[in-house]
């Protein structure tokens, strides 16, 4: 069965740490992608990256980077010196042979002045 | 700003009534997903369309119904509202289906509530 899991239900920190957000999968599928979105106040679900199983380099997009390994079917995420404007839900989502995306529980970010 | 809109953003219904959500898809793309989203937790797969046709469908009842048009907007239909059946409700829309195309872009969402 294809299955997201984000255990940290809850984080919050100080402005200008460092925070990581973990994701853990499971698939059966040898091709497949995985996505991590934000989720603002406001509602929309916002795309931040998306992965292929193939390609295991990380990725850092400025204060953002992404670390996937395949042998530990892990996709974490970490903010580098966040900010008050990062408090927000991140989703990590795994895209299953039929197109669905199989959503974690989500991890609720706090960023403190 | 995804180009994705949903409306309405806020709908008040009673049980056993029957509701319609709208989803107007970012221009190109030409798949429209539905996902119900409880307070406090992820989003869950209703179903997809494709091309005017249904493309896959989650743990949903009949009761919960979909339309493409030929313009790829959407609608989301839920007859004989259940208590249950309040939550956000988020419409994406992809380019496609391929590996190519999968990134979903979601709109502010619907939020129903069921009295």
């Known amino acids: 069965a294809q299955k997201v899991t984000q255990a940290q239900t809850e984080i919050s920190v100080v402005e200008k740490e460092d925070v990581t957000l973990d994701c853990v999968y499971e698939t059966r599928d040898t091709t497949y992608y995985l996505f991590w979105y934000k989720q603002p106040p406001s509602g929309e679900l916002v795309f931040l990256i998306r992965?292929?199983?193939?390609d295991e380099q990380n990725e850092i997009s400025g204060r953002y980077s992404w670390n996937f390994q395949k042998s530990t079917s892990s996709f974490n995420f970490t903010i580098t010196a966040s900010q008050v404007v990062d408090s927000a839900v991140y989703f990590c989502a795994l895209i299953d042979s039929n197109y669905q995306l199989i959503w974690g529980a989500g991890t609720k970010l706090i960023i403190k002045p | 700003e995804t180009g994705v809109t949903q409306s309405p953003t806020h709908l008040i219904k009673t049980r056993g009534q029957q509701v319609t959500l709208r989803c107007s898809s970012q221009?190109?793309?030409?798949?429209v997903s539905w996902y119900q989203q409880a307070l406090g937790q992820g989003p869950q797969f209703i179903f997809q369309?494709?091309?005017?046709?249904?493309?896959g469908r989650g743990n949903f009842p009949p009761r919960f119904s979909g339309l493409q048009f030929p313009n790829y907007s959407s609608e989301l239909n839920v007859n004989a509202l259940e208590l249950d059946d309040s939550a956000l409700y988020l419409c994406a829309s992809s380019l496609g289906t391929g590996e190519a195309k999968n990134i979903q872009y979601f709109g502010a969402g619907t939020r129903l509530s069921v009295l």
């Open positions: 992965r292929n199983s193939f």
């Open positions: 369309y494709y091309r005017e046709e249904e493309n």
């Open positions: 221009s190109g793309h030409n798949t």
